[in-house]
């Protein structure tokens, strides 16, 4: 299982850690990048600016993606992901606080696979991360690689 990046888009340090820590609590021991907005998270999706040299074939199994970041909203990067034929299948869970039916409603509108509300209980957080680790990581079976 560890050969299978997660790419965690978060700005908050505290849900960042916290995500970490419900991962190795659960040992998922995958290879967690972390982007802090969403034009960082397009630079490595997409291998341009301080990524430019990243293995576009080395990408990311699954996406966790915040909806309200800086520089470039979560829903928009979710569009630029759907709307390009190098990640347009690539499995993206909004993992956000929001409860909030226009940000479900609009998430699975622009492609999202799937929209996850954060327990603020950490048992329950630990426990969701367990299930998005098991299912996302271990169960689903991505598209075949189209070149």
């Known amino acids: 299982m560890a050969s299978k990046t997660i790419l965690l888009v978060e700005d ?55 909806l309200n970041l800086p520089k470039v909203s979560g829903l928009e990067v979710l569009r630029q992901l759907r709307a390009d034929q190098r990640t347009k299948l690539l499995p993206v869970v909004i993992l956000t606080s929001s409860n909030e039916e226009q940000d479900r409603l609009r998430g699975y509108e622009n492609g999202a696979n799937s929209y996850v509300r954060k327990p603020v209980d950490f048992n329950q957080f630990i426990e969701s991360v367990r299930q998005l680790g098991l299912y996302w990581l271990i169960l689903n079976e991505l598209p075949p690689a189209r070149r």
């Open 12 to 66: 908050n340090a505290d849900d960042e850690a916290l995500t970490f820590r419900a991962l190795m609590k659960n040992n998922i021991s995958n290879q967690l990048i972390v982007a802090h907005d969403g034009a960082e998270a397009l630079d490595y999706l997409f291998c341009t600016g301080q990524y430019c040299g990243r293995d576009q074939d080395l990408g990311p199994q699954v996406v966790l993606l915040d």
